[in-house]
C-alpha cells in the first residue's frame, strides 16, 4: 500500500516568509509524528497526535511553528515567520497504533531553505 | 536523562565484510523501546527493528541480527556478509516519552 507521504519535496522561502508543509499519513495509522532533522543529525521530535489530538508538543522550538491534523488523517506543519535556523528536513511519520512504543514510518521529508 | 550514544560516525568496509554498529542509550524508565532505523541517500527513513525492554533475546533477520544487553545499556547492530546496498546511514533510537535518536552511524560499503 501507499507510504507515508510529504509535499512539497523541497521548498525556499525568503526569511520571514510563512510556509505550511503537508504529510498524508499512511490510511488507517492512528498517530502522526513530526521531526526537524538538521544536517548530519538524527531527527529530532517536534510534536505527536493521537487521531486528531495533539497530545504532546514540546519539541516545537518557538511559537512561530504549529501543528494541526484536524480531521485525524492529513497534517500540517506551519512555520512563520522563517528564520535561517529553520533550515532543515522536516519528517512526518505515523504508527497504526495510539501510543509512543509502536514502529512508525517516515515519509520521505520535506528540506526547508530559508534564504 | 534520556540519551542514545552513537559512537561511530562513520564506517568503512569492504563487500563481504561483518559490521558492528554499537548503541548505547540511557534512560531512568524501566519499560521502553528500541529502534534501528536506515536512512539510505534518498533520505526516507526505513524501520528495521523494536524492541522492548522486557525482551533481551538476540533477533536475527536475515543477514541482520540485533544484540540487546541491558546490563550495559546497549542495542549493538550487526550485518553479516555487507553488500554495497547496505550503505547508509543507521540510526538507534529510544523511545522513552518520545523518540529520540542517536546521531547516526554513516555505513559505507565498498565493492
Known amino acids: 500500500g501507499a507510504g507515508v507521504s510529504q509535499s512539497p519535496r523541497y521548498k525556499v522561502a525568503k526569511r520571514g516568509q510563512d510556509v505550511a508543509l503537508r504529510c498524508d499519513p499512511i490510511?488507517?495509522?492512528?498517530?502522526l509524528f513530526w521531526y526537524q532533522q538538521a544536517l548530519g543529525q538524527g531527527p529530532e521530535f517536534l510534536t505527536y497526535?493521537?487521531?486528531?489530538?495533539?497530545?504532546?508538543k514540546s519539541g516545537l522550538p518557538s511559537d512561530r511553528f504549529f501543528a494541526e491534523r484536524p480531521e485525524g488523517s492529513v497534517s500540517t506543519l506551519k512555520i512563520q515567520r522563517t528564520q535561517q535556523e529553520d533550515s532543515a528536513v522536516y519528517l512526518c511519520?505515523?504508527?497504526?497504533?495510539?501510543?509512543?512504543?509502536?514502529?512508525?514510518?517516515f515519509g520521505p521529508g520535506t528540506r526547508l531553505t530559508v534564504t | 536523562a534520556q540519551k542514545v550514544t552513537q559512537a561511530q560516525t562513520e564506517i568503512s568496509v569492504v563487500e563481504k565484510e561483518d559490521v558492528t554498529l554499537d548503541c548505547v542509550y540511557e534512560?531512568?524508565?524501566?519499560?521502553?523501546?528500541l529502534f534501528w532505523y536506515k536512512q539510505p541517500p534518498s533520505g526516507e527513513l526505513v524501520f528495521l527493528i523494536r524492541?522492548?525492554?522486557?525482551?533481551?533475546q538476540n533477533e536475527i533477520s536475515g543477514r541482520y541480527s540485533w544484540n540487546f544487553q541491558k546490563s550495559t545499556s546497549s542495542f549493538n547492530f550487526t550485518i553479516t556478509a555487507s553488500q554495497v546496498v547496505d550503505s547508509a546511514v543507521y540510526f538507534c533510537?529510544?523511545?522513552?516519552?518520545?523518540?529520540?535518536f542517536g546521531q547516526g552511524t554513516e555505513l559505507s560499503v565498498k565493492p
Open positions: 524492541r522492548n525492554s522486557f525482551d533481551e
Open positions: 534512560t531512568r524508565d524501566t519499560t521502553y523501546y
Open positions: 490510511s488507517g495509522h492512528v498517530s
Open positions: 497526535f493521537q487521531n486528531e489530538a495533539q497530545l504532546d
Open positions: 533510537a529510544l523511545m522513552a516519552g518520545k523518540l529520540i
Open positions: 511519520a505515523s504508527s497504526p497504533r495510539g501510543g509512543r512504543g509502536y514502529e512508525q514510518y
